[in-house]
C-alpha cells in the first residue's frame, strides 16, 4: 500500500484563510520530503521542501512541518488566493538515487 | 531554460502498437526519472536514471523500456501497448542536489490505449 498517504482527499477554504495540507508517512528510513503543488493539465510544481533534520521551514507564505515522532508532514498555505486551487502532493525519499514516492494528493479549492 | 521538454503531449494508441516518449532536459541534470500518474493517483516510478548509460528499475517497470545514451535525453519505450498503460506520463530530473529545488517535472505527455 502507498506509505506516503493523505488524511483528506478534498480541501475547500475561503479566500484569505490559512490552508493545513496533511501528510502520514510510514518509513522512519526517509531523509527528505517535498511538497508539489499539480494545476490541471500540468506537471506537479516545486513549493517547499526539507530534510529530516529539520522540524520546519517557510517559504514566501507556506510553510512546511515535519513530525518525526507521529510520521506526520504538513503544508500551511497563510492567506489563500483561488489561485492556491490545485492538488497538492507530499513526497519522500527514502535512500540513495533520490526515488521519489509520492501521495495521492489533496484537492485545495479556494471559494472567493 | 527549457527546463524538461516532453513530446508529444497527446497520443492515442491501439492496443498492440508501440511508441516513444521523449523527454529531453537541458539542466544538465545526471538523475532522470519517469513517472506515470493515473486519474485521482499520485505518480508511480517506472523507470530512473543516475546518468548517461545507467538506468534501473523502479515501482512499475512492466512493459516499458528505457534507454539513457545521453545526459540530455530519456526516452520512455511502450512496446505491444495495452489499456492499462492509460495514464499520464512525466519524465522529471534532479541535479542530485534537491535541496530548496526539488525535482523539475515536464508537462507530461496524455496517452491512451484504445
Known amino acids: 500500500g502507498e506509505s506516503v498517504g493523505l488524511h483528506l482527499p478534498t480541501l475547500s477554504v475561503q479566500e484569505g484563510d490559512n490552508s493545513i495540507i496533511n501528510c502520514a508517512y510510514s518509513?522512519?528510513?526517509?531523509?527528505?520530503f517535498i511538497w508539489y503543488k499539480q494545476e490541471s493539465g500540468k506537471g506537479p510544481q516545486f513549493i517547499i521542501d526539507?530534510?529530516?533534520?529539520?522540524d520546519k521551514r517557510q517559504g514566501q507564505r507556506v510553510t512546511v512541518l515535519l513530525n518525526k515522532t507521529v510520521k506526520h508532514l504538513s503544508l500551511q498555505i497563510a492567506a489563500t488566493q483561488p489561485g492556491d486551487s490545485a492538488v497538492y502532493f507530499c513526497a519522500e525519499n527514502r535512500g540513495s538515487n533520490y526515488k521519489l514516492t509520492f501521495g495521492k494528493g489533496t484537492l485545495l479549492t479556494v471559494n472567493p | 531554460n527549457a527546463g524538461v521538454t516532453q513530446t508529444p503531449k497527446f497520443r492515442i494508441l491501439k492496443i498492440g502498437q508501440s511508441m516513444t516518449l521523449q523527454c529531453a532536459q537541458d539542466?544538465?541534470?545526471?538523475?532522470m526519472y519517469w513517472y506515470r500518474q493515473d486519474p485521482g493517483m499520485g505518480l508511480k516510478l517506472i523507470y530512473y536514471s543516475v546518468g548517461a548509460g545507467i538506468t534501473d528499475k523502479g515501482e512499475v517497470p512492466n512493459g516499458y523500456n528505457v534507454s539513457r545514451s545521453t545526459t540530455e535525453d530519456f526516452p520512455l519505450r511502450l512496446e505491444l501497448a495495452a489499456p492499462s498503460q492509460t495514464s499520464v506520463y512525466f519524465c522529471a530530473s534532479s541535479s542530485g542536489q534537491a535541496f530548496n529545488y526539488g525535482y523539475t517535472f515536464g508537462s507530461g505527455t496524455r496517452l491512451t490505449v484504445v
Open positions: 526539507i530534510r529530516s533534520n529539520m
Open positions: 518509513n522512519s528510513a526517509s531523509d527528505y
Open positions: 539542466m544538465n541534470h545526471n538523475y
